[in-house]
């Protein structure tokens, strides 16, 4: 069948998945989703299809679950369920746009744990971002170039080892023609993945970020803050908020043919007063907002 990122309807993805599915002898049900699903109705998927019962983001996710979509097709599949059933011209035009983006980009590529040599540094992301957008090849002239470019600066000779090791990684590789070129245009570490290196990763780019107040010029940076008081499950929904974001930003950046500049963006959320004890007064907390 055709690629889930050809279509523009979800229904008839739906409908062609199916019948694909059981023409080479696969299950594919309304019983059978109703059980993966986890629901009782056994009419469900049917009603879906036919256009009588709409999707939410939880079920668009849970049947991309089930599907086995990449993740790049995951985020098209809620994509295009909420473009399929927005019911305003703007909500209809974002969901658009970000359909055409995500159309664009190639398949993300997951780094793998033997591949967090990658973190080890900041200036490696930096590095691997620059040979994605300029010609580079391997001579000392190009090395100090490429460490030229890189903000704040880098030595020539970290710019080479840092060319090397991206190699080794597998991240970059030398074309016929002699240049460096990437290996996959988007990469990611997933959202729950806990390692040394990454942590470490993170902290230089915090410290980056809190150097430059003073090193970047304020029309050419974005560093807002915002100090609320909320519930646990307040948290959890502006912490997919983040990661929505996040998600979103990629796209932006992995469609954008005409990248000039490498931009490090940082999202953060973390407690700064412990959790009251269940029972204690709750009074409103003033919401704090600077940027």
Avoid at 22 to 32: D, E
Avoid at 181 to 194: D, K, P, Q, Y
Avoid at 255 to 283: H, I, T, W
Wanted: net charge positive; hydrophobic share 35%.
């Amino acid at each position: 069948m055709k690629p889930l990122v050809t279509y523009t309807d979800f229904r008839a993805y739906l409908n062609d998945w199916i019948i694909e599915r059981k023409s080479r002898g696969l299950p594919g049900s309304n019983r059978w989703f109703a059980l993966k699903m986890g629901i009782n109705s056994t009419s469900w998927l049917t009603s879906v299809v036919k256009g009588a019962k709409g999707l939410s983001k939880y079920t668009a996710n849970r049947l991309s679950e089930i599907l086995k979509h990449s993740p790049l097709e995951a985020r098209y599949f809620e994509a295009l369920v909420s473009f399929n059933q927005a019911r305003t011209i703007e909500e209809r035009n974002k969901y658009y746009q970000e359909l055409n983006a995500l159309q664009k980009i190639k398949e993300v590529r997951t780094v793998k744990p033997n591949q967090y040599d990658f973190y080890s540094a900041w200036h490696h992301s930096a590095v691997r971002s620059l040979v994605g957008m300029h010609r580079f090849t391997a001579s000392e002239k190009e090395y100090e170039r490429l460490a030229g470019m890189v903000s704040p600066p880098i030595t020539a000779s970290q710019a080479r080892k840092s060319l090397k090791l991206l190699e080794e990684l597998g991240f970059v590789k030398i074309n016929h023609g002699g240049a460096y070129e990437l290996t996959s245009g988007a990469i990611t570490t997933g959202e729950n993945v806990r390692s040394l290196g990454i942590a470490n990763f993170q902290q230089e780019t915090m410290r980056l970020a809190q150097e430059a107040l003073d090193r970047v010029a304020r029309e050419e940076r974005y560093i807002g803050t915002a100090t609320v008081g909320v519930s646990a499950k307040s948290f959890g929904q502006i912490r997919q908020v983040l990661i929505d974001t996040s998600n979103r930003i990629a796209e932006i950046a992995n469609a954008d043919a005409d990248a000039d500049r490498v931009y490090q963006v940082n999202l953060q959320a973390f407690p700064m007063s412990k959790a009251c004890r269940a029972g204690a007064e709750n009074k409103r907390s003033p919401m704090d907002v600077k940027q």
